[in-house]
């Protein structure tokens, strides 16, 4: 059984940072391709950035610059710090196991995500 466990959500002024913490039990942690994604109301669930198991990443066009993934095979644990936040960065932020194939493919179950408000 694979539990994502997504933390570190909240509401901040733009312009603020907030770190994000996914707690990942699975097996052979530091083997895996991670990713987060977010999901506005309304909108379809979108992919931020991505970290490989070389610590290798990519990011959307819209957070680079402003967002870093980072992760912790010790711990178990990936990250995504945020900073210089905007309002339309206001989202449900999950996060995901994920293969690559011409793109990359969730294939973890997904959590309850955190909650991401950006104050205007």
């Known amino acids: 059984q694979v539990q994502l466990v997504e933390s570190g959500g909240g509401l901040v002024q733009a312009g603020g940072s907030l770190k994000l913490s996914c707690a990942a039990s699975?097996?052979?942690?530091?083997?895996?391709?991670m990713a987060w994604y977010r999901q506005a109301p309304g909108k379809q669930r979108e992919l931020v950035a991505t970290i490989k198991s070389g610590s290798s990443t990519s990011y959307a066009d819209s957070v680079k610059g402003r967002f870093t993934i980072s992760r912790d095979n010790a711990k178990n644990l990936m990250y995504l710090q945020m900073n210089s936040l905007k309002p339309e960065d206001t989202a449900v932020y999950f996060c995901?196991?994920?293969?690559?194939?011409?793109?990359?493919?969730?294939?973890?179950?997904w959590g309850q995500g955190t909650q991401v408000t950006v104050s205007s």
């Open positions: 995901n196991l994920i293969i690559w194939r011409a793109q990359p493919i969730p294939f973890g179950p």
């Open positions: 699975v097996t052979s942690f530091s083997t895996r391709d």
